[in-house]
């Protein structure tokens, strides 16, 4: 059984910044496409940004050049740094692990962006 667990939201003012961390139970992670995903209030789940088990990265372009994503295979970790946030970043995040058969999320952590 593949489990995902994120952390590191929290409440952050405009302009700073977050670090998020996904951490996978079992031993496909090396393996696996990770993703980042966020949900705001009244909108649908949006693909933030993804990995592949090679380190190659791919992000929307909302978030280019503030956003970094990362994985450590031997810690079956992916983190996605977010710098310079604004308050449209405010959502919940998600993380997804891609490896067939599996497409599991974890529990979804909170960002908000506030004064």
């Known amino acids: 059984q593949v489990q995902l667990v994120e952390s590191g939201g929290g409440l952050v003012q405009p302009g700073g910044s977050l670090r998020l961390s996904c951490a996978s139970s079992?031993?496909?992670?090396?393996?696996?496409?990770m993703r980042w995903y966020r949900q705001a209030p009244g909108k649908e789940r949006e693909f933030v940004a993804w990995i592949s088990s090679g380190g190659s990265a791919s992000y929307v372009n909302s978030v280019k050049g503030r956003f970094t994503i990362s994985r450590d295979n031997a810690k079956n970790t992916v983190w996605l740094q977010m710098d310079s946030l604004k308050p449209e970043d405010t959502a919940v995040y998600y993380c997804?692990?891609?490896?067939?058969?599996?497409?599991?999320w974890g529990q979804g952590t909170q960002v908000t962006v506030s004064s």
């Open positions: 997804n692990l891609l490896q067939t058969p599996y497409n599991v």
């Open positions: 079992g031993s496909i992670f090396s393996r696996a496409l």
